[in-house]
Nanobody, 122 residues
Framework: VQLQASGGGLVQAGGSLRLSCAAS????????VGWFRQAPGKEREFVAL????????YYADSVKGRFTISRDNALNTVYLQMNSLKPEDTAVYYC????????????????WGQGTQVTVSS
């Protein structure tokens, strides 16, 4: 599976962005997909995940209520809608996928995209 993350950019605090993670190379619909982010000088951290049906979603406390993960299996794409963005959301955002259950740990994911930069100005 090849993953391509896109949709990052520069936005003012309080603004919104929608990230996309497009998959190719294998049927994506049965994969759990997660979003992670890495800010400068910090470790990569979990942001959100969606089960293959999106019947199960889970968020980091820091983004709960502001970010929404969704997926369109027909398009092999997972989205991360980010609202009420804060400067501390500035990071490179990565999508990852696994045919297993997934989780909040990076080691649970087998496939990774290249990352997309999100910068939130104050």
């Amino acid at each position: 599976v090849q993953l391509q993350a896109s949709g990052g950019g520069l936005v003012q605090a309080g603004g919104s962005l929608r990230l996309s993670c497009a998959a190719s190379g294998r049927t994506f619909s049965r994969f759990t997909v997660g979003w992670f982010r890495q800010a400068p000088g910090k470790e990569r951290e979990f942001v959100a995940l969606a089960s293959w049906s999106a019947g199960t979603t889970y968020y980091a406390d820091s983004v709960k209520g502001r970010f929404t993960i969704s997926r369109d299996n027909a398009l092999n794409t997972v989205y991360l809608q980010m609202n009420s963005l804060k400067p501390e959301d500035t990071a490179v955002y990565y999508c990852a996928a696994t045919p297993a259950g997934g989780g909040t740990r990076q080691v649970s994911y087998d496939y990774w995209g290249q990352g997309t930069q999100v910068t939130v100005s104050s």
